[in-house]
């Protein structure tokens, strides 16, 4: 059973950066792609970046050129660099795999920009 854990989520100023990570367990990690999603108060969860098996990369509009998704196949980690943060970035952060049907996703990690 393929099991997320994500961490690193935490009050930052805007202008500020945090990095991400979620770790797998339980699965093939290098034949995953994974989905890093995030869900703000009274809106609905949507999707922030996607990295590939092969660590190709996508982003929504709002986070281009600020965050970057990343992998480390030999520790079975997904990251998500935030830089540039803005309170609008403020939401519940999860990361996601989807494989053979099923969906996965952690706990999710807070962030939260405000000064």
């Known amino acids: 059973q393929l099991q997320l854990v994500e961490s690193g989520g935490g009050l930052v100023q805007p202008g500020g950066s945090l990095r991400l990570s979620c770790a797998a367990s339980g699965g093939t990690f290098e034949h995953y792609d994974f989905g890093w999603f995030r869900q703000a108060p009274g809106k609905e969860r949507e999707g922030v970046s996607c990295i590939s098996n092969s660590a190709g990369a996508t982003y929504v509009d709002s986070v281009k050129g600020r965050f970057t998704v990343s992998r480390d196949n030999a520790k079975n980690t997904v990251y998500l660099q935030m830089n540039s943060l803005k309170p609008e970035d403020t939401a519940v952060y999860y990361c996601?795999?989807?494989?053979?049907?099923?969906?996965?996703w952690g706990q999710g990690t807070q962030v939260t920009v405000s000064s």
């Open positions: 996601q795999v989807a494989h053979l049907g099923l969906a996965y």
